[in-house]
């Protein structure tokens, strides 16, 4: 049975808009960068926001 690692953040700051969220500037690599980075070591990740109330961000993955 492999152990599951669940990482989860929440930021109660109602600034993010997903839409404007996906790419960050150059040299940053915003939404995109942290899926193809979950990805890698076979992690899913989340992304949860409600307008005036913030933003959930979880990951789950495997333990090696």
Known sequence: ???I???S???ALPIFTPAVG???PEGHY???G???RAGEIDA???L???VGEGTRVSVEAPLA
């Open 30 to 32: 915003g939404i995109r």
């Open 5 to 7: 690692y669940t990482l």
């Open 44 to 46: 899913a990740l989340w």
């Open 9 to 11: 953040l929440h930021d």
């Open 48 to 50: 949860e926001s409600t």
């Open 34 to 36: 942290m899926r193809e």
């Open 1 to 3: 049975t492999t152990e």
């Open 22 to 24: 996906t790419d960050g």
